[in-house]
């Protein structure tokens, strides 16, 4: 079994940062996403596991980094520019193929979630 420990969440206000710290027992291609009240899980990164692929979701791009540190085997989610809008709850994912994928279904472990409230 896989597991992964998340950190980081928090309250902030609009125009704030926050960086989450998905770590595992090794390396893995990696996903973030999120869950709003209400809404479906959406795809907010990844990165493939050799780190050379990285990919965002649209209204994110530009904000948000996705990085990995391969000696603690923990990848980051670097959140800048924080809106209202991204309020959820923040999971990450693994998988144990290396390519970066879209969804959901294509990640195998999940971390337990860790919530993001943006405050306007």
């Known amino acids: 079994q896989v597991q992964l420990v998340e950190s980081g969440g928090g309250l902030v206000q609009a125009g704030g940062s926050l960086r989450l710290s998905c770590a595992a027992s090794?390396?893995?291609?990696t996903g973030w996403f999120r869950q709003a009240p209400g809404k479906e899980r959406e795809f907010v990164a990844a990165?493939?596991?050799?780190?050379?692929?990285?990919d965002y979701l649209d209204s994110v791009k530009g904000r948000f980094t996705i990085s990995r540190d391969i000696a603690t085997n923990t990848v980051y989610l670097r959140m800048n520019s924080l809106k209202p809008e991204d309020t959820a709850v923040y999971y990450c994912?693994?998988?144990?193929?290396?390519?970066?994928?879209?969804?959901?279904?294509?990640?195998?472990?999940w971390g337990q979630g860790t919530q993001v409230t943006v405050s306007s």
């Open positions: 994912a693994v998988r144990r193929l290396p390519q970066l994928r879209y969804g959901p279904g294509e990640y195998e472990y």
């Open positions: 090794r390396r893995y291609a």
């Open positions: 990165i493939s596991w050799s780190g050379d692929n990285t």
